[in-house]
């Protein structure tokens, strides 16, 4: 033996004495790990040691090595196998670990022994220096395909043995075994079995590394669906697609039909890997979680909203031939030409009101009682099963930190935040603070945005899951028109819709949407609206008519792809099946096939004196200390400036700020220069002049005095 290994040895035995190994030994097993089918095939191992061993009698080192056998000996024992593993025979050992695994992934017993071989390194290291010994190379060493299949009783030239190494194979197909270095000749290759595999045999059930942070913990909702997976399930289904839409039961289900089984499952989601990840990256990661399961002894449920598997041929051929059976819950369009089975799939219906109370009482224990409106909007949010988990454990934690119970606005605000809205090509107010009751407009028009948030409160109840709108392909979307002159509070009527509902306001950036390209146009559209209509948001299309203006005849190429443009924007509204408003100024331009397809169209007039009124005091309300001696005729401004309220809006800031400058109070003086600055900015008559004006006319409290 040569100098370093021999110290090695003498190392060994100095730091793992057989007292102190036994006792170990004996700890690991009082605390119920079992250890009886890796212990026994490294009796079987020890014993090929000694016979190996003993063939080489005329190695220099040969007697050192006989008493590192005699320690090995004592320690793990040493029984004979009758005979060399059979490649073709599937393993039957008894009921532990390493008989489990053999049995789910359908290892043959030279598989078995040449797992145990690969991972004796790991479990002793004097094997270690044992299979440097024999290899030949003067420190510690893992075993190489050569003397693997030499320990095993088969030479490294028996073709049926090789075979049992190869790439397709259960011990490299599922992750048990590699070899450390690919580009050396095949049997000089060194084993390598991951350290997960090594530690399952010893009876750790701690989870990889690789996929750890990814498990979460999906709750359970029975459903019709459930039943139906876990009848395919049941009919030896492997791998099962199902579509689910945000909001909807999905995974969950899935679970659901797991648990009627009596299956385990681990549940990975894909949107916790890296931001960056790549396909090979991608590919690593989906082999990890199939062993994970595989070793587990339960079903992969692979959540994958972003749709990073689709297209990843190598991922597919992975997951179709798992020893344990997968599903997979992702949000897109599976092509059958992937696959060489027939794979199960089916969408995941949405969640409707009456299941999401149940999770929600579940989750929080009971439903908040303190304001029944704020929770009614709480319901009406279309969270997943894990969004409303999530929701309800964010919600207590804030409750114990405050010392305060769970109410509706701490669970309405968690609740949004778990359904944040990121939508490319839109800009998003995610808590709109306007409500109806700040919509200063003419009673009709008030009374015509009550009943779209009436319809909207009820769209889920009448419209989904029923013919209500329509047989076909017509969506169960509300679209609403809002029109009138600029600065009628169309855009502020949008978000105090958003408001009322607890829903985020999204605004199409048009600049984001329209291309030069020919087609592109509709793709962003496309991707912007269907994105949309499965979130939580109100979808608003201001200055409508630059997308949705009349067809004209066609004269040349520019018309025809315009005219495309709006047909597609035509079919694809119908289809809709969120809640979107559009504003426009110019309702004669918007097609009439559009008209039609509209739900609602509010008309915004321009206010009469009793609106103006209110807008005048709604803003001045807010305006800075006004001046006692110059107080704000409201009569007068009512009867005489006819503006809108962005108008009015706008001449109260002009007011504010003139007033500031002067270091004074704000007066009607400003006001009214501010007002005369306004109908000069939009190019109107000015009616009035001076402040003698408004002294001839009294104002309409003087009359009454």
Known sequence: MGPALRAGTLLLVRVLPTAAWRARQEETVASGLALRGVERRLQWLVAD???????????????????????????????????????????????????????????????????????????????????????????????????????????SMAPSARARLGPFTPLRRYGLLRFSDDAAPFVARHLVVPDRVVAHLLGDRSPDPVVAPLRVEVPLAGSAMADELAESLRSGVRITHVRARPGSVGASAAVGALELLGLGHVAIDLRRAPGDIDASAIAELASVAVREATLAGAALLLVDPDGMLVGQRLVYSLLETSPVPVVVVDDEDWDAAWFDDAVLDVEAPALVRSERLELWRAALGKEPADDASTWEKVLSLRLSPQQILASARSA??????????????????????????????????????????????LERTHAALETVVSWARQREALLVGSDLAGKGTKGQGIVVLFAGSPGTGKTLAAEALAGELGLALCTVDLSAMIDKYVGETEKNLER??????????????????????????????????????????????????????????????????????????????????????????????????????????????????????????????????????????????????????????????????????????PSRASKKC
């Open 49 to 155: 040691l000694a016979e190996t061993v003993a063939s080489r009698s005329r190695a220099p080192d040969h007697e050192d090595m006989q008493t590192l056998l005699g320690l090995l000996a004592d320690e793990h024992g040493q029984a004979r196998r009758p005979a060399p593993p059979d490649p073709d025979v599937l393993c039957d050992e008894a009921d532990d670990e390493l008989a489990d695994l053999a049995s789910l992934v359908g290892m043959s017993s030279l598989d078995t022994s040449l797992l145990v071989v690969a991972a004796a390194a790991d479990l002793d290291i004097r094997f270690g220096a044992l299979f440097g010994f024999l290899t030949g190379v003067p420190t510690q060493s893992r075993a190489t395909v050569a003397l693997a299949l030499e320990l095993c009783g088969h030479g």
């Open 396 to 441: 207590c934690l804030r409750s114990v930190l405050s010392s305060s119970p769970v109410d509706s606005a701490a669970v309405a605000d968690v609740a949004r935040g778990q359904s944040a809205v990121r939508l490319r090509g839109a800009t998003v107010i995610p808590r709109p603070s306007a409500r109806l009751d700040d919509v200063i407009v």
């Open 528 to 697: 912007l609206i269907s994105e949309a209509e499965n979130l939580n948001v109100v979808l608003f299309f201001d200055e409508a008519d630059a997308l949705f203006g009349s067809r004209s005849a066609v004269h040349d190429a520019r018309d025809r792809y315009a005219n495309q443009e709006v047909s597609y924007l035509l079919q694809r509204i119908e289809r809709f099946q969120g809640l979107a408003v559009l504003a426009t100024n110019l309702k004669e331009s918007m097609d009439e096939a559009f008209v039609r397809r509209l739900h609602h169209v509010v008309v915004f007039d321009d206010p009469d004196p009793p609106t103006r009124r209110r807008l005048w005091e709604a803003h001045l309300r807010s305006a800075p200390a006004q001046s006692r001696d110059d107080p704000v005729d409201l009569d007068w401004l009512a009867e005489t400036a006819e503006l809108t309220g962005g108008g009015i809006r706008n001449a109260v800031m002009a007011a504010a700020f003139a007033a500031a400058e002067a270091q004074r109070p704000m007066g009607m003086r400003d006001v009214q220069a501010a007002v005369r600055a306004e109908y000069a900015k939009l190019g109107r008559l000015v009616p009035f002049l001076d402040d003698a004006s408004r002294s001839a006319e």
